[in-house]
């Protein structure tokens, strides 16, 4: 089955600067890799996310890159700020399958 | 627009008791509705997916007679824990998707504590 891992499990930015998130996966049938926020004492939510038909998609401060060849994307997160800091999971699913498989999270602080 | 409902959000019971969480989509029909359980500092796992009007498909290793899901509606699934024990404690996730072309969306979690 599928197998996703993320890295790093911590991060720690000042605000202002870049972080960026990596996660590879194993199964080469994905094509759709969500990334989600996840703040204390909540659920998931939904921030960006790719298909593999594309390679990179942007969203104002917030990017996300795939190489499916190595088989592995990355979050990028520009000028952060404090309300950046949450768990941020990586994830991978066949498309219309829907079952999602997660990394095991990045704790993200923005420094002020 | 899409948003998905968690009842109640936080349950303390005693060993033995049943507990029913509820998930609804407020604002779209979930055509399946996913239960996720999360431990402390770490990721998501997937305990069953389940379709409306269809029996729920659990995880390896998941005790479907102690995890009772029931999707009677498009809008609402539940997630029944049978005579919990300290070891279910838990936070449990719920997330809804319209279709197989739509991302999933996530519940606020229900934190679960059996003294």
């Known amino acids: 089955g599928e197998n996703v891992e993320q890295h790093p499990s911590t991060l720690s930015v000042q605000e202002g600067d870049s972080a960026v998130i990596k996660c590879t996966y194993s199964?080469?049938?994905?094509?759709?890799f969500p990334w989600y926020k996840q703040e204390l004492g909540k659920g998931p939510q939904l921030i960006i996310d790719?298909?593999?038909?594309?390679g990179e998609k942007k969203d104002q401060r917030i990017a996300v890159t795939l190489n499916k060849t190595a088989k592995h994307f990355s979050l990028h997160i520009t000028e952060t700020q404090p309300e950046d800091s949450a768990v941020y999971f990586c994830?991978?699913?066949?498309?219309?399958?829907?079952?999602?498989?997660f990394g095991q999270g990045t704790r993200l602080t923005i420094n002020p | 627009g899409a948003v998905v409902s968690q009842h109640p959000s936080r349950v303390i019971c005693k060993s033995g008791t049943s507990v029913k969480i509820e998930c609804r989509s407020l604002?779209?029909?979930?055509?399946?509705m996913f239960w996720y359980r999360q431990f402390p500092k770490q990721s998501l796992m997937l305990m069953a997916t389940?379709?409306?009007?269809?029996?729920?498909?659990?995880e390896q290793g998941v005790e479907k007679d102690k995890f009772l899901i029931n999707h009677a509606s498009l809008t609402l699934s539940t997630l029944t824990v049978t005579s919990a024990h300290p070891e279910d404690s838990s936070f449990y996730i719920c997330?809804?998707?319209?279709?197989?072309?739509?991302?999933?969306?996530f519940g606020d979690g229900t934190r679960l504590s059996i003294l």
């Open positions: 604002d779209f029909q979930a055509t399946t």
């Open positions: 199964d080469s049938a994905s094509n759709y």
């Open positions: 790719i298909r593999s038909n594309v």
């Open positions: 994830a991978a699913s066949i498309w219309g399958a829907q079952k999602l498989v």
């Open positions: 997330s809804a998707a319209t279709g197989g072309d739509q991302p999933q969306h």
């Open positions: 389940s379709n409306e009007g269809s029996k729920a498909t659990y």
